[in-house]
C-alpha cells in the first residue's frame, strides 16, 4: 500500500534517473518504440529535465 508522498518521491527519482541519463534513455525510447513514440517520449522527458 503506497501513499501519495511514496508515489511522489518515487516518480521524482525514476525522473532523475532520466535527467541523470538522458541519453541511455533516449536511446531506450528510440530502440522500444516506433519514431512517433520515441519522440513523444523524448518531449516528455526533456519537459521533466526542466522542472530540474
Request: positive net charge.
Amino acid at each position: 500500500a503506497y501513499n501519495s508522498a511514496d508515489i511522489s518521491i518515487t516518480k521524482k527519482s525514476l525522473f532523475f534517473i532520466f535527467y541523470k541519463y538522458n541519453l541511455i534513455a533516449y536511446y531506450k525510447a528510440l530502440l522500444e518504440a516506433d519514431a512517433e513514440t520515441a519522440d513523444k517520449r523524448i518531449k516528455k522527458i526533456k519537459k521533466v529535465q526542466k522542472k530540474f
